[in-house]
């Protein structure tokens, strides 16, 4: 999932640089990797839109506390 949002994040950016044919390739990398990313997003089960909305956990600080598993 953080790798496929990553991928909708970066979408606009590929859409403005990359939107004419390449011609090494005979297509335009920004729709290949608009392919990509819905492809990606199927596969995972969320929408364009449910991948915007997703943010990582918070990171938790500090250490765990440790559980004494014996009495003393």
Request: include cysteine; aromatic fraction near 10%.
């Given at each position: 999932m953080p790798l496929v949002a990553g991928l909708a994040e970066l979408q606009p950016w590929v859409d403005q640089w990359h939107s004419e044919i390449d011609?090494?390739?005979?297509?335009?990398?920004?729709?290949?990797?608009?392919?990509?990313?819905?492809?990606?997003?199927?596969?995972v089960g969320k929408t364009t839109a449910e991948l915007a909305a997703w943010r990582p956990a918070a990171p938790t600080r500090g250490r765990p506390s440790l559980k004494s598993t014996s009495s003393t």
């Open positions: 011609p090494a390739y005979g297509l335009s990398l920004a729709a290949f990797c608009r392919e990509q990313l819905i492809a990606r997003a199927a596969q």
